[in-house]
């Protein structure tokens, strides 16, 4: 009996104090109710395995404990899906800024810098791992806290049930491209080809009475490519003028396009790009002076720019798949095919 | 195709499960017409052909008798301590309900079933 003992103090273990004494005078009649009658068909007492194979067959103390407890959540069924969307926005929101806010400190921050380079390329993953877990940390924590009180006020306030129809938003259009949108895409997307055609015949890109900027020669270089790029973009927006649906492949385009435009400007920006510069009431040395800062600058924002580059890419680039996504499901918005 | 037939299976568990859950709270409260500790309980409703578990029995006793369907105290009986319950008053009107809305329910199943099939297969071959 000191294996049933054993099982009921288990058991008992898991209860709330105010209920212990009840529960387990119950289980503890049934058990030895039923461990009566098991001796008294077999007419010998139960061998120690057989009374194993008994509580064994009661089940664990925690599970048999919890079924006498009402269902309890930290954070219920009908709140899961807001608390994991928002879990979504809250991790993207912080995550995105936090990672760009570290890159421009070790770009731009001397100290950060420093530290940065004095260690070695593993050592660095380490810290930035590090930092960055205990920041999503601290936000999964903050937004896990705030949907356990909600948790508890919704089943008084059901302030998730109560809606009005009429209020409910207007059906979206997501899976047409506004043409608008499309035209003053390919208007920006012409103006642009026309602008680096013409700054293709000469390094001078802008050349006014009290300014004048000449770029380095290997201009000619960046400029094909982003008239490359324009003219893909282009390319695109023409098609969504006249097939004013998101595809896959439009999309695969799109992003390879935007990745390839933002690697050369990242590049750019790292081979002092900027040759001269003329301001009128400016002396030549401070001009050259400029011109080296911004070249020095420029060099340091790579990372920043090649990061926010990509992140517009991929942004976009999910934005679209989701107008898909989304097409592909509705009833009554025409899906194009893919 | 043993996978398919697996969560066929599982399937079906659950839905019994999920079937069965309401009908015994039925079979509960009928039982208890007569005062019945849990032990005894369980084994009647066992000769029945109703297999109840103690992690199913017990809080759904606890849950009725808070609910105040059913009576409960605790009593010596063969030298050991055993709670005996029986349904109230209270409960009674509620079985009673309750019975009336599973045979409206039955009689409902089986309208839609005989929609459904054909004589034969509703009546068996003439």
């Known amino acids: ?338 | 195709m043993v996978s398919e037939t697996q969560s066929a299976n599982d399937a079906f568990e659950n839905l019994r499960l999920e079937l069965r859950r309401g009908s015994l709270v039925i079979a509960v409260l009928a039982a208890l017409r007569d005062e019945r500790y849990g032990y005894t309980l369980r084994k009647t409703l066992a000769e029945h052909g109703i297999d109840i578990d103690e992690s199913t029995l017990y809080p759904l006793l606890r849950r009725l008798e808070t609910q105040g369907l059913l009576s409960s105290q605790w009593r010596e009986e063969e030298k050991r301590n055993k709670r005996f319950y029986r349904i109230n008053s209270s409960g009674e009107q509620v079985l009673e309900r309750l019975l009336a809305e599973w045979r409206s329910i039955d009689a409902s199943l089986d309208a839609v079933l005989n929609n459904r099939n054909t004589p034969e297969e509703v009546h068996g071959p003439r």
């Open chain 1, 1 to 338: 009996m000191d294996l049933v003992n054993r099982y009921l103090q288990a058991v008992e273990f898991w209860l709330p104090t105010n209920l212990k004494r009840d529960i387990i005078a119950e289980l503890s009649e049934d058990l030895h109710a039923q461990i009566e009658e098991r001796e008294a068909a077999l007419g010998r007492p139960l061998a120690s395995a057989e009374l194993e194979d008994l509580l064994k067959q009661r089940g664990a103390p925690i599970v048999v404990a919890n079924s006498f407890l009402p269902q309890r959540y930290l954070i219920g069924p009908l709140l899961f899906p807001v608390y994991l969307l928002v879990l979504k926005i809250a991790l993207l929101g912080f995550l995105v800024p936090w990672v760009l806010t570290f890159i421009g400190l070790v770009v731009f921050d001397s100290a950060y810098h420093n530290g940065w380079v004095a260690h070695s390329w593993l050592q660095n993953a380490e810290s930035l791992w590090g930092s960055l877990w205990n920041s999503a940390f601290v936000a999964i924590g903050i937004v896990t806290a705030i949907f356990a009180v909600l948790e508890r006020f919704q089943p008084k306030t059901h302030f998730l049930e109560t809606f009005e129809p009429k209020s409910l938003p207007a059906i979206r259009k997501t899976a047409v491209i506004p043409r608008i949108g499309t035209s003053v895409e390919l208007a920006v997307n012409v103006v642009l080809a026309v602008w680096i055609a013409f700054s293709l015949t000469s390094p001078v890109v802008y050349d006014s009475p009290n300014l004048r900027i000449t770029l380095a020669l290997h201009w000619y270089l960046f400029f094909l490519a982003w008239l490359a790029v324009v003219l893909v973009s282009g390319a695109v927006s023409a098609t969504n003028l006249i097939y004013p649906y998101w595809t896959r492949r439009k999309v695969l385009i799109r992003f390879l396009s935007e990745c390839f435009g933002g690697i050369m400007f990242s590049w750019m920006l790292s081979t002092h790009i900027v040759a001269q510069l003329s301001i009128t009431n400016l002396l030549p040395e401070r001009c050259a002076w400029l011109v080296s800062r911004i070249n020095y600058w420029g060099a340091r924002g790579v990372p920043v720019a090649l990061s926010i580059f990509l992140v517009i890419a991929i942004a976009n680039a999910w934005i679209h798949l989701r107008t898909i996504d989304r097409a592909k499901y509705s009833a009554c918005i025409p899906s194009p095919t893919t």
